[in-house]
């Protein structure tokens, strides 16, 4: 398997955003087209605690990985926040999405971070078989409320 994992530049946007919009279709989710724009300029700007990745391979973006460093009262280091993590469906099950998450953990590290911790679907059974082999659940549940 010859993947390459990469932070985005400028001109990745047109290999961003279908990854990003399959993303979204599969957790049956919409955004308006201002918010993708903005999470696009939110990488791009170094004042800005996002960050993203694509994992390549023969040329073509095959998958993504968006992380949020973030402080936390929990410890003195910063935590990391991956955020958001998808690998387009023909490319499933060839180990993209452990490299994705593994440059989170190296960007983490290197960052000075004490932690990774992410989300996922309840019926995100795929992906969970993963999750459960390379990180620890940590038992909580979520509640939100949104504005």
Not at 17 to 35: D, R
Not at 50 to 69: C, M, P, S
Not at 113 to 134: F, G, K, M, P
Request: charged share 15%; proline share 4%; glycine share 6%.
């Amino acid at each position: 398997m010859n993947i390459e994992i990469c932070p985005i530049s400028p001109a990745d946007h047109a290999a961003w955003l279908p990854l990003w919009q399959g993303y979204l279709h599969f957790y049956q989710s919409e955004l308006p087209a201002e918010v993708s724009a903005m999470t696009w300029q939110r990488f791009l700007d170094p004042s800005e605690p996002t960050h993203a990745a694509l994992a390549w391979r023969d040329g073509k973006a095959v998958g993504l990985v968006q992380w949020i460093f973030h402080c936390t009262n929990w410890s003195v280091e910063s935590s990391c926040y991956l955020q958001d993590l998808f690998v387009a469906a023909d490319q499933s099950g060839a180990g993209i999405g452990r490299l994705l998450i593994e440059h989170v953990y190296a960007q983490a590290q290197a960052a000075g971070c004490s932690r990774v911790h992410w989300l996922t679907h309840e019926s995100n059974s795929d992906a969970r078989q993963l999750y459960d082999r390379i990180a620890e659940r940590s038992g909580f549940i979520q509640y939100r409320k949104q504005f």
